[in-house]
T-cell receptor, first 114, second 114 residues
Framework: DTEVTQTPKHLVMGMTNKKSLKCEQH?????MYWYKQKAKKPPELMFV???????INESVPSRFSPECPNSSLLNLHLHALQPEDSALYLC?????????????FGAGTRLSVL | AQTVTQSQPEMSVQEAETVTLSCTYD???????LFWYKQPPSRQMILVIR??????QNATENRFSVNFQKAAKSFSLKISDSQLGDTAMYFC???????????FGAGTILRVKS
């Protein structure tokens, strides 16, 4: 099973709302990632968790707050977003850090900020 | 810093024919990994093929093969016997040996026509 599950598939929120994106994997992977992808553009790395600790933050604005409650679950908490934050948010996981470890992606959450 | 360039924004191919997607990269590292990911309209990024830079032999996966030219820093993807299900955005990506940041190219939209 190489499945990374993301919920919800679609999310519409206002600029004053608070919402969360969820990502789950049951492959025993110890590294998990959040990416942001605009239409017809490549994914941009936002955060990396390794062994449930935040190891990379690509200077992401504080209105995005990641959380890794356990090794299977990764959340992205959203607050006071801007319309330009509308995008596809992809989660990925890999067995551990290092390029030998292939990243497996979820199908993403399509976020619209009104 | 590493960069990845895909010079073909869009390509089309007839079903059952062969198509080659181009990718060049720039790095001063001697060992690294190169990837081709596919993103169909369903949005999920799927690994197509992976190449380790220290391996001379070109990677192959069924109908997919690469032409890896390390000196030229070129990593093209050949798709043989193209199928309608191959229609997708294809991203070339680079990762350092002990890193887990994927550097993506801009992508190539491939359309397979019947």
């Amino acid at each position: 099973d190489t499945e990374v599950t993301q919920t919800p598939k679609h999310l519409v929120m206002g600029m004053t709302n608070k919402k969360s994106l969820k990502c789950e994997q049951h492959m025993g992977h110890r590294a998990m990632y959040w990416y942001k992808q605009k239409a017809k553009k490549p994914p941009e790395l936002m955060f990396v968790y390794s062994y449930e600790k935040l190891s990379i933050n690509e200077s992401v604005p504080s209105r995005f707050s990641p959380e890794c409650p356990n090794s299977s679950l990764l959340n992205l908490h959203l607050h006071a977003l801007q319309p330009e934050d509308s995008a596809l948010y992809l989660c990925a996981s890999s067995p551990s850090r290092g390029a030998k470890n292939i990243q497996y992606f979820g199908a993403g959450t399509r976020l619209s900020v009104l | 810093a590493q960069t990845v360039t895909q010079s073909q924004p869009e390509m089309s191919v007839q079903e059952a024919e062969t198509v080659t997607l181009s990718c060049t990269y720039d790095t001063s590292e001697s060992n690294y990994y190169l990837f081709w990911y596919k993103q169909p309209p369903s949005r999920q990024m799927i690994l197509v093929i992976r190449q380790e830079a220290y391996k001379q032999q070109n990677a192959t996966e069924n109908r997919f093969s690469v032409n890896f030219q390390k000196a030229a820093k070129s990593f093209s993807l050949k798709i043989s016997d193209s199928q309608l299900g191959d229609t997708a955005m294809y991203f070339c990506a680079f990762s350092m040996e002990y890193g887990n940041k994927l550097v993506f190219g801009a992508g190539t939209i491939l359309r397979v026509k019947s």
